[in-house]
Structures are given as structure tokens and as C-alpha cells.
């Protein structure tokens, strides 16, 4: 599985010193209240977890299913909600979590149906990884671990056909790992 990686982009150490300091910013914006943290499956898992747990307030937490990738290393511009309904959010102030924002329209699509749909109070965006780049939907994040590149990540989360999510740093898929894996 390693040996897929050309080189790694975000080292382990890195990456939970920074989520320290996003942590330290959600509490000092939340302080006085309880949000619901939206974790968006399976992509933003170990985020979840490794944020969480730094955060330092009372909060609630939710978890949605959707996918726009479809199996491509590039969004398919699709975006496919596996659930039914929506986690209850009338009233609540909601931190929608994921691991990336590059196109933006899956993070443009479930806030959109939040506020719409489920009457959240507001919604902010988290996310780890955010590709500089223009993106398809004007949607910026509000908590942001990193600014990358365009180019195809994989690890601490992030995926290509279903695999690297455990690698425990980000790293930069090599051309034949994707062509072999395809």
C-alpha cells in the first residue's frame, strides 16, 4: 500500500497538530453552545474522530452519506444521498465535516438541503483538505486543516476505489497505482 504513494504530502504529526488548532477555534466560536457535527461518510471517519476529541464543549453528532466520485478520481458533478431522510437539524447550529472540498458541489448540495430541508440554523463548513482551485459551486470552507494542490490525495480518510483510507498520513497516488486499481 505504501508503495502506491509517489510522496507524502501531509505527514501524521502534521496533520493532528493542526487539528489542535482548528479544535481551538470551533470551541472559542461554539463557546455558549452545543453544535451538531455533520460527519460525511466514509471520507470524513478519522477526521471526525481525531477532531472531536480535541473539541472541548458539549456537542452532537450525526453522520450523512453521500457520494459524487462514483469510483473516478475526479467528481462525477453527481451528487447521490444513500439515506432517506436527513439527520433532525431544526434549530441547530451544524458543522458540516469532510475530508476535502475541491469541486465544491457536494458540500454546496448538503448545505443547501440542511438549511432548506432540515431548518439548521446555520451551517458551517470543516473540512481537512481544501484544493486550491476553482471550483464548479462558490462555497468556501469555514475551518480549513490545509490548502493543496490539484492534484489526487489519498489517506487519513480520503480514498481511490475504496482503499488508503487507513494510511495515517495524506499522500499523492501514483499514476500506475491508479491506472492498476481503475
Known amino acids: 500500500m ?6 507524502v504530502l501531509l505527514d501524521e504529526g502534521t496533520i493532528l497538530r493542526r487539528l489542535d ?3 481551538r477555534d470551533i470551541t472559542r466560536d461554539y463557546e455558549g453552545r452545543m453544535p451538531t ?17 480535541r473539541v472541548e464543549l458539549p456537542l452532537l453528532i450525526e453522520t450523512i452519506s453521500v457520494s459524487s466520485y ?4 475526479e467528481s462525477s458533478g453527481v451528487i447521490t444521498f444513500h439515506q432517506k431522510g436527513l439527520p433532525d437539524l431544526k434549530g441547530k447550529h451544524v458543522i458540516l465535516l469532510d475530508d476535502i472540498l475541491d469541486t465544491g458541489r457536494t458540500l454546496a448540495a448538503i448545505s443547501r438541503r440542511f438549511t432548506e430541508e432540515a431548518g439548521a440554523a446555520s451551517v458551517k463548513l470543516c473540512v481537512l483538505l481544501r484544493k486550491v482551485k476553482d471550483r464548479a459551486c462558490a ?8 490548502d493543496i494542490g490539484d492534484e489526487f490525495v489519498v489517506g487519513y480518510g ?6 488508503y483510507r487507513n494510511l495515517p498520513y495524506i499522500g499523492v497516488l501514483k499514476p500506475e497505482a491508479i491506472s492498476r486499481l481503475a
Do not use: K, P, S, T
Open 2 to 7: 505504501h508503495n502506491d504513494i509517489d510522496h
Open 21 to 23: 488548532g482548528m479544535a
Open 37 to 53: 457535527i455533520v460527519c460525511i461518510l466514509h471520507g470524513g471517519i478519522i477526521l471526525m474522530a481525531d477532531l472531536l476529541r
Open 70 to 73: 462514483h469510483g473516478g478520481v
Open 139 to 146: 462555497v468556501e470552507a469555514d475551518y480549513v486543516g490545509f
Open 158 to 163: 480520503l480514498d481511490y476505489q475504496g482503499q
